[in-house]
């Protein structure tokens, strides 16, 4: 068994290195080297760094070592998107600030999807492109479901909110003791069909207008988007965290990356959305152990990055 095990070991080493080869970019740019800044945004009970492990697990580094410049903002663990998109915005300004850049590319993971797509929204003359990646954009069945069987007001409810926040104050605690304000059931009602239809509606940009299609390229804000997702929930034996990934699957009715179906993660230019990923192999965790036979997460984020140099963003 510990043969086996370190066989798999291997692979994953061996995945990972060849996923971080250094080549080059458009007229002698390194690979990665975009115009902006790039802006990475976490999702629910999301974090910068929790206890010295990055929330996009050893991607600020990928993409940094061949030219990229890269932030890591920290918004609420919880919180509405309009909350969340507020204190994206301050980082941004400060962002801008600190690298003299005139816009940023902001990529959000989940619920950092959207909250990206408020900036956009609200301040486009900041913001180049916004690139959604397992995104809640039209809504998520598993937060529909606890929505409609957990009544508001209710005994489960009130224990359910004092989990999240036990678990939200050991993620602040662990990640450098956040002040961010919290709400656990503002989060939960954006993230439903019917919160995220109302967030469409005000902030409409990149959304496609048919169920499952692709929105605008290039929006009339002069914003680019972009999307991409995984659709598969059990992806590595030496994961444990695809256990839960695969039992949360099973609530959808079309393909899904555990959290987010396929159709609802589309936003602008879908580059794909049926990678062999569940929805925490899209930022490349648990530590890096994704499908042994999928192109690494990293690399995705590289080959974005490239794109967006491409686009001249």
Not at 157 to 163: C, K, N, S
Not at 220 to 248: E, I, K, Q, R
Not at 275 to 288: K, P, S, V
């Amino acid at each position: 068994m510990k043969q086996v095990i370190s066989f798999f070991i291997c692979c994953i080493a061996a995945f990972t290195c060849q996923a971080g080869s250094s080549t080059t970019g458009v007229a002698g740019k390194g690979y990665t080297e975009t115009q902006y800044p790039i802006v990475l945004v976490h999702g629910l009970f999301g974090f910068d760094s929790l206890a010295g492990i990055d929330y996009f697990y050893g991607i600020p580094h990928a993409l940094n070592k061949d030219g990229a410049t890269v932030y890591v903002a920290q918004v609420s663990a919880t919180n509405s998107t309009e909350l969340r998109g507020e204190q994206l915005l301050a980082q941004v300004e400060d962002v801008l600030a600190i690298s003299g850049a005139e816009k940023v590319n902001l990529i959000g993971h989940s619920h950092g999807g959207p909250t990206a797509r408020y900036v956009a929204s609200v301040a486009p003359e900041l913001v180049a492109s916004v690139t959604s990646i397992g995104g809640v954009n039209k809504g998520s069945r598993i937060a529909d479901i606890v929505r409609g069987t957990v009544p508001e007001g209710s005994l489960p409810e009130g224990i359910a909110v004092e989990l999240a926040q036990g678990l939200v104050t050991l993620i602040n605690l662990l990640s450098g003791g956040s002040e961010l304000p919290q709400d656990p059931l503002a989060s939960l009602a954006a993230l439903t069909t019917e919160g995220s239809l109302a967030f469409n509606q005000k902030y409409p940009e990149g959304i496609p207008t048919t169920r499952c299609g692709e929105g605008d390229y290039v929006a009339d804000n002069g914003v680019y988007y972009f999307s991409w997702s995984g659709t598969s929930n059990f992806t590595n034996a030496l994961d444990p965290a695809d256990a839960a990934m695969t039992v949360l699957g099973l609530a959808f009715d079309e393909p899904n990356d555990g959290l987010v179906g396929r159709c609802s993660s589309h936003l602008g230019k879908v580059i794909r959305d049926d990678y062999q990923m569940n929805h925490l192999d899209e930022i490349n965790g648990l530590l890096g152990i994704t499908h042994l036979f999928e192109t690494a997460p990293t690399t995705l984020y590289r080959q974005h990055a490239n794109r967006l140099q491409q686009q001249g963003l």
